[in-house]
């Protein structure tokens, strides 16, 4: 075992306890006291593996462990508790104290004050083991073959202590003069706290931390964080700020070598897992080398089977964990109710019916405040935020689920089917260009649209972008003369003149809906169409001033848009992808809800999430958390 930090030290542990005759070393740099960082923390279940794979080392991991239930988040002069996220704390020292007591004690071999500089003289072990952390020299030297992959967060995180026990896990985000200072506190032990902070690297420049050295920056955080340390004092140990490094690796073995814990992946440490990933991956790699007696080749092909899918769901979580972390200054205008929910629901792993169970009354406040700001009154108890109205100007929207194109039972607003608002910006023969008329009684918001260089196309039955013969095609226009695929024809680009027709042809599609009874419009400026291939880079390469920059590019679709609305869109319905042919949007669960939150908490405008939203939960959830107005369910 080459790393005795959590993973080494398990798997040489549960080795032994295979078999006693294993002949187990481990070799470390540090001393058996060493250690950098303070104290980890585990969510609830991290631990029970460890209860079955070595019940004794269990039993004195957990006797050491801080537990709390609530946590706090600080913020801007509030505090608001969240409660029923079961935690515990352990400090990284004591952790592995237990875990050296316990491999000793079953007879591995334990070398200290070691340092490996190659693998060479190593390699004649039946089995080696690189569990040398996320600056692993084992997965350097196996490059070839596992194929690593390291980019860095564009934050900075710096791992501190504190001579004080925090009552709760707390969250604390401070305002400085250099910007966003925060905090993530827990216990350890009785006396002792974790406090990992994270900042923006322009604040990390400003505040001068770039130039301070291990005790200037201590004295700086421990000024920004005085209220909350109350006289007590921020412990340092290597406390550097560096960029998290997230790590990946195609493969986590080369012939008898194998990567274990941060040497094969990292995941970022705003969801605390790291550790536990590390104590899984000795589980599953014991358990693999022992079921295949020891074929190695079999061993490792498990290991990964069984290893390599739950690592990448974790990494994908604290990936999006720490994505808001970085961005959260976005929501420094939410009341700290909303604030707070929002933290909580940062990933899809906690979603509004589970804050529910784990905090019935803070999930009750939450949507009495959101019925209340809906425009309904202040209630003790108050309908989740899905069936709550939405007012936009003259129109009430009785609930915030949207469908595309029917049917209507339940909606609080259809959106119809596309209309375009010239022969020539059909999409496919069978697009409408006369707008029907607006059912009595039902919000339909009707969608026109032009379909630039995506018309002219098949029905939709028989394929996306498949072109009409050239005896039924008509000629396509588009911002430049780009097509939209390579199969596709070229389009025309529009000129001058062409421009005042298009914005003609919305202007008058828009008079007839209106006459037709519509009170909604939704203009199409996604997916490719027309106003789209001005948006976008890859299809607008005009040297005119409806081109070059964002605001060159988006010239032309905003003057079609002022034309019908004065002072711009009452809600915007976020797309994405689908711009050109080749694209390869990343789909998954409530893909889209992230868009609509950026756009809507960035330019403060009210938007529609779309995108395999398919739960009442992930509307409730996105729409509690402030990062939609209405959401598209998937049908
Ligand atoms: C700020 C921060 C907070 C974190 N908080 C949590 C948390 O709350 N909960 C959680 O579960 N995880 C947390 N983690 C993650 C956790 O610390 C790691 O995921 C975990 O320690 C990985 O264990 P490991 O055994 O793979 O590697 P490490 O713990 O890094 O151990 C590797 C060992 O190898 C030794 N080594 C390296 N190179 C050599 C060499 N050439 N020769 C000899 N020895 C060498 C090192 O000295 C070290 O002891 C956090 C991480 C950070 C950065």
Known sequence: MLGAGPAGLYFAILMKRADPRHEVRVFERNDPDATFGWGVVFSEGSLDELEHADHESYVAVTAACAT???????????????????????????????????????????????????????????????????NSL?????????????????????????????????????????????AHCYAYDESRSTMVLLIGDETWRLAGLDRLDEQGSLELCE????????????????????????????SWHLDNVVLLGDAAHTAHWSIGSGTKLALEDAIALARAVAGHRYRLGPAFAEFELERQPAVERLQEASRVSCDYFQSLRRYFTFEPLQFAYQLMTRTPRIGHTNLTARDPDFVRRVEARFAERAGGR?????????????RLRSVTIPNRLVFMGGPEDGAGLVISEPCAVSPEGRLTPETPVEPPPAPAGSLLCLRLGHAGRRGSCRPRRS?????????????????????????????????????????????AAAGLAAGLGHRMLLLDF??????????????????????????????????????????????????????VAGSQPAYGRAYGVPYADRVRNEAGVATIAFGQIRTLDEVNTALAAGRADLCVLDR
């Open 378 to 390: 202040s209630a003790y108890a108050a309908p989740p935020p899905a069936f709550t109205p939405l």
């Open 463 to 507: 394929g996306v972008d498949r072109p009409l013969p050239p005896a039924e095609a008509w000629p396509l226009v588009s911002a430049s003369p780009i097509a939209h695929a390579p199969w596709m024809p070229a389009p025309r680009a529009l000129d001058r003149e062409g421009m005042e027709r298009v914005r003609g042809d919305f202007a």
């Open 526 to 579: 996604a997916h490719g169409s027309l106003l789209a291939s001005f948006i976008s880079p890859l299809a607008n390469r005009r040297a005119d001033e409806f081109g070059g920059g964002p605001e060159g590019r988006m010239r032309f679709p905003l003057a079609v848009a002022a034309m019908l609305r004065d002072h711009g869109a009452d809600i915007l319905l976020v797309l994405t992808g689908q711009t």
């Open 138 to 182: 084992v997965r350097r030297e196996l490059a070839a073959g596992v194929r690593p992959a390291v980019d860095h967060a564009p934050s900075r995180y710096a791992w501190f202590g504190a001579d004080l026990a925090f009552p709760v896990f707390t969250y604390v985000f401070r305002e400085t003069e250099w910007g966003l200072f925060q």
């Open 68 to 134: 709390w239930n609530p946590l706090d988040i600080r913020y801007r002069g509030t505090t608001t508790r969240v409660r029923g996220n079961a935690f515990s704390g352990i400090g990284r020292r004591r952790l592995l104290h237990v875990l050296q007591a316990r491999a000793r004690e079953l007879g591995a071999e334990l070398t200290f004050h070691h340092e490996v500089e190659g693998l060479g003289p190593y390699l004649d072990a039946d089995l080696v083991v690189g569990a040398d952390g996320a």
């Open 223 to 250: 000024r920004v964080f005085a209220e909350d340390l109350c006289g007590h004092r921020m412990l340092s140990n290597r406390s550097l700020w560096i960029s998290f490094p997230w790590i990946r690796c195609r």
